[in-house]
């Protein structure tokens, strides 16, 4: 049985009809056209379709919408400030993370919210936070790098 909801998705209020156990991940790109979360696995173990709700970076493709409750929603789609990149996105880019992209957008949500808790995190500490986003490519030292810039780039941007 459907029924309206409303989600905050990348600041705005955004109303679904659906029903509540359906998948976040399936919610956020087929019903509101954000297409940059992926699917990977389906089963929460690659971290492709990884959004940060309320800060936290959760496998939207085994959270049902309704989970959601009134929290807010960041996709990558709202990460950038207009024409202006996020930190974490112009570190993947100068890094050569994006490769294929498919692993990225996960990738650069876990990477914010491991700097929003950790601002100037030990290499352990970027491998534990991302431990479960699993990259086609293998690029894990770009990413490491990627990572340890955009911590470089937030301080400075915070000074």
Avoid at 93 to 101: I, N, S, T, Y
Avoid at 134 to 140: I, N, P, S, T
């Amino acid at each position: 049985m459907t029924m309206k909801l409303e989600i905050r998705v990348n600041g705005q209020g955004r109303p679904v009809d659906t029903t509540p156990d359906r998948p976040l991940l399936h919610v956020l790109r087929e019903d509101l056209g954000l297409t940059g979360t992926k699917y990977g696995c389906g089963e929460g173990a690659c971290g492709a379709c990884t959004v940060l709700v309320d800060g936290k970076p959760v496998r939207s493709c085994i959270t049902p919408v309704s989970a959601v409750g009134e929290g807010s929603i960041l996709t990558i789609e709202g990460l950038a400030e207009g024409d202006r990149l996020h930190p974490v996105q112009e570190a993947f880019a100068r890094e050569g993370v994006l490769q294929c992209g498919y692993c990225a957008p996960g990738m650069m949500l876990a990477t914010v919210a491991l700097l929003g808790e950790t601002p100037n995190p030990t290499d352990q500490q970027i491998i534990s936070a991302l431990n479960g986003n699993l990259c086609r490519c293998c690029a894990y030292p770009s990413i490491l790098e990627a990572v340890r810039d955009a911590a470089r780039r937030l301080e400075r941007s915070r000074a």
